[in-house]
């Protein structure tokens, strides 16, 4: 009996798996054919064109995602059976045969749909079996793909609310997908209105267990129990879903409510018909947080069929569904809020902006033929893509406009429209243009938005790019992209209106979005056309009649239409508007009232001769005859006044009418006629020359009025102002016309003619004095110096910031720049920057305007009165180092201004001292910081890699080629990346880019022959070439990397240098930007210096390496003329050469190095050139030298060609301006540069990062500029000479440099070099250097100047560098050690005096040298301040030590290595006894005698190198204790706080050898 259980056991399983083997097999057919029809995702059941909502249906557990809709009709002769029963986890039985007369009915499809024609109905089809061949599944795994699949479907629609419409599982699902913490699960439940459950398990089922027993019992067929096991009776599961949804529905209902209705059934569920189940989901379970409860007459299954619209169910359904409340409007998905929030849209700038002008359209039954020419145009698939309506001011043009935009809103036809509007900032620029077109596509279109997305995402700059690139990448291939399925025959329409376009500042610009707009004709499967009106200016006229766009447009000009239907029109306008006014007039109750009739007679008919073609004419007459407040009077008096002017011929009728319209609100008292236009002027001027429109209220704020008496004023001028009732909104200007009338120097508006200057004076005035007012620390009230600034200027709202001051911010220095004053020291805007200039900054940072900050400092600086600024001159110089050192910081959080911008400024910055009292009093101490600013003025980051840098030629702008092939334009001022030129086609990097003269063109080439131009104004790449033979890899460092590419004068041709394009001899190609056609040239010699175009660009001139110049025509690229350079006895090895083009020809300095005498060369004819030879010349230079190989001869010519044209070609004159010595020679000199105005040249030496400045004309040494660059850093001068450019990899530094026209002996205030300092080992004294002055010591606790130390010419000369201060241990002693590079006595000088009492002590009597090649030096002293070293290399090692107190020589020393033992690094110990060295090309350490100069050991290293620079960055120091030293060594250890960038060192004990492994390892964070 013991196996009995076991037998029935085993006879139950066997007896299941039989039952259910059969049941298994027919579900796996049912399966498998439903699968073949219905793929699982979202399925479409009805999407109709303007859906309001969005109902998306769910379903159970296991169910036939079509058959669980799906119930039966009744029959016609019979009541409605109940509705299928069916097993609730599945379809476990054998459903009885359907009557065939009663037809299916599927709830969504056949219910739903038509009762909801404005909904999108959607089905989600998943799967969720449990019986028989079950996926492994979750509801959350099912919830990722619902939310997954509905996103992407959403993407490409616009967001409309959703409603869900869930069946048992299908509840558990969606809660599963609510609580998801996604974006786009987030994002589900912020557009959902509706949830309705349909006998949802909210609690769980008790019949899920006995569904998970069956699950089991048939796991052979594939079936799984999990899901069944999830929905047990109060599942902690649940429980836990149940939670997280409420949490989602909360944060939901803080913004919108949200509707939840469940249904349960009130039927038990029966099996076979006499099996009861009872309830599936019982009451308590099927109720939903916070939901409508409704029970229905059915049992589970029943809650997802009906028979009819007459059915309980759906009755009550239909019914809740139209009862939860829905918001009016379609939002933007995710992918529209993404373009909209990046790209920026101008404001105002589309016709339905909120602005006066949005509501003007054309009157009833006017311009009907020529709206329906053009609404015919747009509509026509083979129609032009463009209509240029063009007419002069006032014909109405803006008004048709916006007539057109309004009526293809209403069709859904309009993809966006630009008003453009002069004066309005955004508005009048083409900046903003296409990404404002883009924003407003994106908007109405989701399907372009994703498009544009994955273009955004993909360019991260786009908004930088050119216009041609921002066009073809937001709007052309987005809109191709998102139409390439739709049939060619049947285009969509899309109408993009762009009006006012003459009133765009910028008339480059305009040709090239002219030329954009034409490309629109390559689309297919859309018709994108442009309803352009303007003006017929001459740059718009040529921008239509450029090739690419003459044949795609069509045009009408609004004067040229029929005279009888311009006065038709007018007619019936006035007719319109003078029977409202009339009306109107009368409606009020007085005793006069004008007759019904009124105007009588001929009168509209005058009007409208006299407003012929003008319709603002017309607007304006109207305008005043309605405004009674204006003068007084009754209608009919004021239109006497206007038909008193008919006699005016029809230019001057605006003119006439303007004048009565001002004369009006004059009044009858002529005393007062003065001040009411001085008044006129005052208010009127700033609302016509306001940057941006302001209200009445900020308008009265500027002019420091009242509000009210602005208002009142205002209110006489409604004819010609939009003065909106809302004080909020701007008053504006109606019609451009009447500026242009106020402004014509007094010739038109006479006494009410309004001087701009004026105007803009006491705009400025009055910004500064609002400011005044409002500024102060901490205006917004932010916890702390930490907390960072809020996004835009929501938080500056008028509680803190009023409006008129936030413009001010803004606008001042605009109006200061445009009134042309000159300010002073001590004057108003002085005086306002001393008090408030932190607080101007910070306001800038909380409204998001910090980068406007440098360019806002340079309006300033514009308006300086030379002779008596100087003062704030370096008040602003200072600010503008300030601000361009912090920006980043500025920009994050405003507060740090007062902390650490303040605190971290030099110690001689006049901001710091203006400021210091702002300095937090809750600071225990001040840091240690530098006495002045570096000299970097910008750092232009994140980049990703640059490899050549260009100033334009005034200066202002800086060129950058890339490694990731663009182009960039940065404004110097601003540091902000004005453009950014690519070619799509090309991937290669860009080497070497300039800008032409007049900087309206960058050509820029590829090391593999690639060239591309473009233009600045446009973005468009206007000339390709990409047949030059490739060039060396191998890009030799130059003072100016352009040299290898050059334009002519006239911008015309290019010249680019081919190097290595032939073997033994340069070539360079002569390419024509109008034709495309180039010409290689090959020169009989190595060519040194820029091609030069000279004589109108008809020959091109360079200089060669052997000192000759060579002539070629550009035409036809021959050689026309040979210039030698002859020495007579002397030969030389290199000549370098630099040249800027005259009127009649060039001018050239050359430098020669490696100069030789040869006694057996036989002395050179002196004549100009031998008999009959007509294509050689000869210019003898005189000098002579002696046996010196380091000096070097500087020799400028000026080249004369008598015909200026290679025409008809005579021999050029070559005069011999001067010649000197150079005070280096051929192993120091890199390059030479001459500067634009031909007076100063440029000489850089290898090595020491110094430019020495010459006189031309004299070889005066000017001055001497120090960079301060990393060794081996390329780097370019600006044109002006007051700039140099300096990049790396990722980065670009703008450097400043002293001012070329500075006087070497100026005051110590101005320097004329570079500065250096050095604090004492006390922190009591800092002693401060500069080319020029004097050295000079600081007290650092009063900063006063307590001594003045003289040099031996009484301050450092220009021809020292290297300066370098020291200051004994015991803070008794200073040094200054500098380097003299006058040839004749050359080498290290150094002074001694007293800290304590300025006292000169004593200064060695020769100098220490000479040393060339890469010279470096410094001064050691011992630790008992006793005694001073000087230890210097330089080709060869020099030491020598001195008793402080006598000043007497101890030891001079000269340790002298082979050629090729280039000292790369040194160090002497404390005790000066011991000296380590290091070799570039050794790895080694050397240690030797201090004392004999014996080496004592040699320690081995592994130097290090650089990935990016491939040489060997190595260094040596000892220890304090001098028992130490520290060497290169390429394996380290980083340790906390120290960067892995900078020398890696090893540590040792000098005179051992200590192994590898055993050795210590620092990375120093230099």
Same mark, same amino acid.
Request: proline residues 5%; negative net charge; charged residues 20%.
């Given at each position: ?381 083979? $129609? ?401 110096? $930490? ?67 440098? $360019? ?711």
């Amino acid at each position: 009996m013991e196996g009995t259980p076991l037998a029935v056991a085993l006879a139950v399983v066997i007896l299941s798996s039989l039952l259910c083997y059969p049941v298994a097999a027919r579900v796996r057919r049912r399966r498998n054919a439903g699968n073949a029809v219905h793929k699982h995702g979202i399925h479409i059941i009805s999407d109709p064109p303007n859906a309001r909502v969005e109902i998306i249906a769910l379903h159970g557990l296991g169910a036939h995602p079509e058959h669980t809709w799906t119930g039966r009709a009744p029959s016609p002769d019979s009541p409605s059976p109940p509705a299928a029963r069916t097993w609730p986890f599945g379809s476990f039985r054998k459903p009885p045969a359907p009557p065939p007369a009663r037809p299916k009915v599927h709830l969504l499809k056949d219910l739903l749909r038509h009762d909801f024609p404005h909904a999108r109905i959607l089905s989600f089809h998943h799967n969720s079996d449990w019986l028989v061949d079950s996926p492994v599944t979750t509801a959350e795994e099912i919830a990722r793909e619902l939310v997954a699949d509905f996103a992407l479907h959403r993407s490409k629609s616009k967001n409309i609310p959703i409603i869900f419409i869930c069946h048992s599982f299908g509840g558990i699902i969606l809660k599963e997908a609510l609580s998801l913490a996604t974006t786009e699960a987030r994002e589900i439940v912020n557009n959902t209105s509706g949830m309705i459950f349909l006998g949802t398990p909210h609690e769980g089922s008790h019949l899920s267990l006995l569904g998970a027993i069956v699950a089991a019992l048939s796991g052979f067929t594939g079936s799984a129990s999990g899901v069944l096991l999830s929905l047990k009776h109060h599942e902690a599961q649940l429980s836990d879903l149940e939670s997280s949804f409420r949490g989602s529905i909360e944060e939901r209902k803080r913004t919108h409510d949200v509707t939840i209705i469940s249904f349960y059934e009130e039927r038990p569920t029966m099996i076979f018909k006499w099996l009861s189940l009872g309830l599936i989901v019982g009451r308590d379970s099927a109720r939903a947080y916070s939901s409508k409860h409704i029970g229905i007459d059915t049992d589970h299954s029943g809650l997802n069929k009906c028979s009819g619209r007459d059915d309980e169910l759906y009755e009550v359904l239909r019914r809740e569904l139209e009862e939860i409340k829905i918001p009016d409007a379609p939002t933007l998905n995710s992918n529209q809020r993404y373009v909209v929030s990046t790209l920026k849209a101008v404001k105002g700038a589309a016709f339905n902006s909120n602005t006066p002008e949005a509501m003007l359209q054309c009157y009833p039954n006017t311009r009907v033929d020529l709206l329906k020419e053009i609404v015919s145009w747009a509509m026509d698939p083979r $129609g032009k893509c463009i209509f240029w309506l063009q007419g002069m001011a006032g014909t109405g043009k803006s008004t048709i406009s916006r007539t057109i935009a309004r009526t293809f809103d209403a069709r859904g036809c309009l993809g966006s429209s630009f008003f453009f509007k002069r004066g309005e900032n955004d508005r009048s620029s083409p900046e903003f243009f296409f990404t404002t077109i883009a924003t407003q596509i994106a908007a109405q279109h989701p399907a372009v938005a994703q498009e544009m997305r994955h273009a955004i995402e993909a360019e991260h700059n786009i908004s930088d790019l050119a216009m041609e690139e921002q066009f073809k990448k937001l709007i052309l291939q987005p809109l191709g992209k998102s139409h390439h399925d739709k049939p060619p025959g049947s285009p969509v329409v899309l109408l993009v209106v762009i009006d006012a376009l003459d009133e765009c500042a910028n008339e480059g610009a305009v040709k090239t979005m002219i030329a954009c707009l034409s490309k629109s004709k390559t689309l297919e499967g859309i018709r994108l056309s442009f309803f352009v009106t303007s003006r017929p200016e001459l740059f718009i006229r040529l921008g239509f009649g450029a090739d690419e766009v003459r044949d795609d447009y069509a045009t009408l000009v609004l004067q040229d239409v029929p005279t009888q239907v311009i006065e038709h029109d007018l007619s019936l306008f006035f007719n319109a508007r003078l029977e409202s006014i009339r009306d109107e007039f009368n409606r009020v109750d007085r005793r006069y009232k004008l007759p019904n009739d009124w105007p009588q007679g001929t009168i509209v008919q005058d009007l409208v001769a006299m407003a012929m073609p003008l319709f603002i004419f017309a607007a304006t007459v109207c305008g005043f005859i309605e405004d009674t407040r204006n003068g007084g009077g009754s209608p009919d008096d004021r239109l006497q006044k206007v038909l008193a002017n008919k006699a005016q011929s029809h230019t001057s009728q605006l003119d006439a009418i303007y004048l009565v319209v001002l004369q009006s609100m004059l009044g009858e008292n002529q005393e007062e006629h003065k001040a009411v236009i001085q008044e006129f002027k005052d208010i009127v001027g700033v609302v016509l020359f306001l940057a941006t429109p302001l209200s009445v209220r900020a308008i009265s704020g500027l002019l420091g009025l009242r509000a009210e008496f602005v208002e009142c004023k205002l209110d006489l001028l409604r004819a010609v102002l939009d003065v909106p009732s809302d004080e909020q909104l701007p008053v504006r200007v109606l019609h451009k016309s009447f500026p242009d009338f106020l402004v014509d120097d007094g010739k038109r508006a006479k006494e009410f003619s309004i001087s701009e200057d004026d105007v803009h004076k006491n705009l400025s005035d009055g910004c500064l004095t609002v400011l005044g007012n409002e500024l102060r620390e901490n205006m917004c009230g932010l916890s702390g110096p $930490g907390e960072e600034r809020k996004t835009g200027d929501a938080t500056l709202n008028t509680t803190i910031l009023s409006s008129e001051a936030r413009y001010a911010c803004l606008h001042w220095t605009y109006h200061l720049t445009k009134s042309k004053t000159r300010i002073r020291d001590d004057g108003p805007e002085h005086q306002f920057l001393q008090r408030h200039l932190l607080h101007w900054i910070e306001a800038l940072s909380i409204m998001d305007n910090s980068h406007a900050i440098p $360019g806002l400092i340079d309006d300033i600086k514009e308006t300086l009165q030379p002779a008596n600024s100087n003062e704030l001159s370096m008040f602003l110089d200072d600010a503008t180092n300030l601000v361009n050192a912090n920006l980043g910081v500025i920009d994050l959080a405003p507060l740090q201004i007062y902390s650490s911008v303040l605190l971290f400024a030099p110690t001689r910055s006049i901001i710091r001292q203006t400021f210091r009292s702002q300095i937090p009093k809750w600071l225990p101490f001040l840091p240690h910081v530098s006495l002045d600013w570096d000299r970097v003025r910008q750092t232009l980051q994140n980049l990703d890699g640059v490899n050549s840098v260009a100033f334009s030629h005034d200066s202002s702008l800086l060129l950058s080629a890339g490694e990731d092939a663009t182009v960039r334009v940065w404004n110097i001022a601003s540091g902000r990346s004005t453009g950014i030129y690519k070619d799509d086609d090309l991937s290669v990097p860009y080497h070497n880019a300039i800008f032409s003269p007049d900087s309206k063109l960058i050509v820029a080439s590829t090391e593999h022959g690639n060239v591309r131009a473009w233009s600045t104004e446009s973005g468009t790449c206007i000339a390709r070439l990409d047949s030059l033979p490739t060039s060396s890899r191998d890009r030799p460092y130059d003072l100016c990397t352009a040299n290898r590419i050059s334009f002519s004068p006239d911008s015309s041709h290019v010249a680019l240098k081919l190097e290595g394009f032939n073997r033994g001899s340069d070539s360079f190609c002569i390419w024509s930007l109008q034709s495309g056609a180039y010409t290689i040239i090959t020169s009989p010699q190595d060519l040194s210096g820029p091609i030069t175009f000279i004589c109108n660009s008809t020959l091109a001139i360079c200089g060669c390496k052997d000192g000759s110049m060579a002539v070629w025509s550009v035409n036809s690229g021959e050689l026309v003329h040979h210039i030698d350079a002859v020495m007579g006895r002397i030969t030389y090895l290199c000549a370098q050469w630099d040249m800027r083009p005259t009127h009649t020809g060039a001018f050239a300095v050359c430098l020669l190095s490696g100069l030789q005498r040869d006694e057996g060369r036989e002395a050179a004819d002196t004549s100009a050139r031998g008999p009959g030879d007509d294509r050689h010349s000869r210019i003898t230079l005189n000098w002579d030298i002696a046996e010196d190989p380091r000096i070097s001869l500087v020799a400028v010519l000026d080249i004369s060609f008598p015909s200026g044209s290679e025409s008809n070609f005579e021999l050029p004159s070559t005069e011999l301006l001067c010649e000197y010595k150079s005070p280096r020679g051929t192993q120091s000199l890199h390059q030479i540069l001459l500067s634009h105005d031909t007076t100063l040249i440029a000489a850089v030496f290898a090595g020491e990062n110094t430019i020495t400045v010459w006189r031309t004309h004299t070889g005066e040494i000017k001055q001497v500029l120090e960079p301060q660059l990393e060794d081996g850093r390329p780097f370019i001068l600006s044109p002006d000479w007051a700039l140099l450019a300096s990049h790396h990899f990722l980065a670009i530094d703008i450097i400043r440099l002293t001012n070329q026209d500075e006087d070497e002996t100026a005051s110590s205030s101005k320097n004329t070099g570079y500065a250096r300092s050095e604090l004492s080992p006390n922190n009591a004294l800092v002693a401060s250097v500069s080319l020029g002055s004097p050295v000079r010591i600081w007290s650092t606790e009063t900063g006063e100047c307590v001594h003045v130390l003289k040099v031996d010419e009484g301050v450092v000369g220009a021809n020292f560098f290297g300066l370098k201060l020291a200051f004994s241990p015991d803070s008794e002693v200073v040094t200054l050690l500098a380097y003299n590079r006058h040839y004749d006595r050359s080498g290290i000088r150094l002074w001694v005096w007293s800290a304590k009492t300025g006292r000169f002590m004593w200064s060695p009597e020769a100098y220490i040298g000479p040393l060339h090649r890469r010279l470096r030096f410094d001064t050691s002293f011992s630790s008992d301040s006793r005694l001073i070293a000087i230890i210097a290399s330089g080709g060869k090692q020099v030491l020598g030590i001195w008793d402080i107190a006598t000043g007497a020589c101890l030891r001079s020393l000269s340790y002298v290595g082979a050629e090729s033992d280039t000292i790369s690094d040194f160090a002497i110990s404390p005790d000066l006894r011991i000296i380590a060295r290091v070799f570039k090309n050794k790895d080694e350490i050397e240690i030797c005698s201090a004392i004999t100069g014996t080496v004592l050991k040699v320690l081995p290293g592994t130097p290090y190198e650089d990935d990016n620079e491939n040489w060997k960055m190595i260094g040596v120091g000892i220890s304090s204790d001098s028992r130490h030293v520290a060497g290169p060594e390429s394996t380290t250890l980083s340790l906390p706080g120290c960067t892995a960038m900078g020398h890696r060192y090893f540590v040792s004990r000098p005179g051992t050898s200590t192994p590898s492994s055993q050795r210590t390892r620092l990375v120093l964070p230099w």
